[in-house]
């Protein structure tokens, strides 16, 4: 599956972005899906993870109350609705596909996706 993730910026802090990960090749609906971000001197983390029906989601504890993760399968995409942003979420996404949201949670990685790149100034 190809994955192409799209809606980053520059933010101001408070402010919200909406990520979009297109998919395509494989059944959208045999995945479940995640986002994780890289910030600059960091390592890849784990943000958050939706399961394939949409039953189930993980988010980072940093994130719980101001992320938000949906699917949509008759447009095979995943959205992360970002509010409330922080400097702290300043950082390259990346979305990723995997067997389980659980999975995706530890790492589970079988596709990812480009980043982009999401800004959030103080």
């Known amino acids: 599956v190809q994955l192409q993730a799209s809606g980053g910026g520059l933010v101001q802090a408070g402010g919200s972005l909406r990520l979009s990960c297109a998919a395509s090749?494989?059944?959208?609906?045999?995945?479940?899906m995640g986002w994780f971000r890289q910030a600059p001197g960091k390592e890849r983390e784990f943000v958050v993870a939706?399961?394939?029906?949409?039953?189930?989601?993980y988010y980072a504890d940093s994130v719980k109350g101001r992320f938000t993760i949906s699917r949509d399968s008759a447009k095979n995409t995943v959205y992360l609705q970002m509010n409330s942003l922080k400097p702290e979420d300043t950082a390259v996404y990346y979305c990723?596909?995997?067997?389980?949201?659980?999975?995706?949670?530890?790492?589970?990685?079988?596709?990812w996706g480009k980043g982009t790149q999401v800004t959030v100034s103080s």
């Open positions: 090749g494989r059944t959208f609906s045999s995945y479940a």
């Open positions: 939706i399961s394939r029906n949409s039953g189930g989601t």
């Open positions: 990723a596909a995997g067997g389980a949201a659980w999975a995706l949670r530890s790492g589970g990685v079988d596709y």
